[in-house]
């Protein structure tokens, strides 16, 4: 299974951007990169995903490196809800869909 | 309206009972999964099921046992229950397995096991 490789943990302050980085060396063609987050207490959720190109949706935008070894989901403006652990994943495309979380990076936002 | 339903919330139990853990989604989706969250918070994945038919069995034991009596339900029936099964257990569904659809997660079962 292709790997990730996370900061454990990050700080932020509210309203500042955050920049989340992952590394993914292993990469092949036909991965896709996804985020997800997941809240205490709660089940995973869906943040953005892409296969070479920038990305950009409501919640985040994801930088991904023009090797694609590397990739960094950024959040605009960070709140207190965004506290949470991010989970960088390769999905093979065609593997049944399942995904392969690691350790993510959880993070915290400072009011 | 909740898009993907798992009860119960909480299951406390004793070693070598069996118990079942139901979920239910709403969103029309065809495929659905299992993952499991031990205490060191890593999620993994542990069955999928494709228009009720199973497509990944990740080398569960045979004590659990996944049954989908329709493409929105996918239930989880543990036998003989020991304590290194105490986990949260994740429901999730997707539109299709195959694409790069997202993944829309229940809120978990806490399986605590005695």
């Known amino acids: 299974d292709a790997k990730t490789t996370q900061p454990n943990s990050m700080e932020s302050n509210e309203e500042e951007p955050v920049h989340l980085p992952c590394n993914h060396s292993?990469?092949?063609?036909?991965?896709?990169i996804h985020w997800y987050r997941q809240l205490p207490s709660q089940g995973p959720e869906y943040v953005i995903h892409?296969?070479?190109s920038n990305v950009n949706n409501r919640m985040a935008s994801l930088a991904i490196a023009e090797d694609r070894k590397s990739s960094t989901l950024i959040l605009h403006r960070a709140t207190l809800r965004d506290a949470a652990v991010y989970y960088c994943i390769l999905r093979i495309y065609n593997q049944g869909g399942k995904l392969i979380f690691g350790q993510g990076t959880e993070l915290s936002v400072k009011p | 309206d909740t898009a993907v339903s798992q009860t119960p919330k909480y299951l406390v139990t004793q070693m070598g009972n069996d118990k079942s853990i139901k979920c239910e989604q709403n969103?029309?989706?065809?495929?659905m999964y299992w993952y499991k969250q031990d205490s060191k918070k890593f999620l993994k994945i542990m069955f999928s099921?494709?228009?009720?038919?199973?497509?990944i069995n990740e080398t569960v034991p045979n004590r659990f046992s996944p049954k989908s009596p329709d493409k929105a339900h996918l239930n989880l029936h543990i036998n003989s229950l020991e304590l290194g099964d105490s986990a949260v257990y994740f429901c999730?569904?997707?539109?299709?397995?195959?694409?790069?659809?997202?993944?829309?997660f229940g809120p978990g079962t806490r399986l605590t096991v005695l």
């Open positions: 099921y494709n228009n009720k038919e199973l497509i």
């Open positions: 892409g296969l070479t």
């Open positions: 999730a569904s997707s539109q299709e397995a195959s694409g790069n659809l997202e993944q829309f």
């Open positions: 292993t990469i092949s063609g036909t991965d896709y």
């Open positions: 969103l029309g989706h065809d495929t």
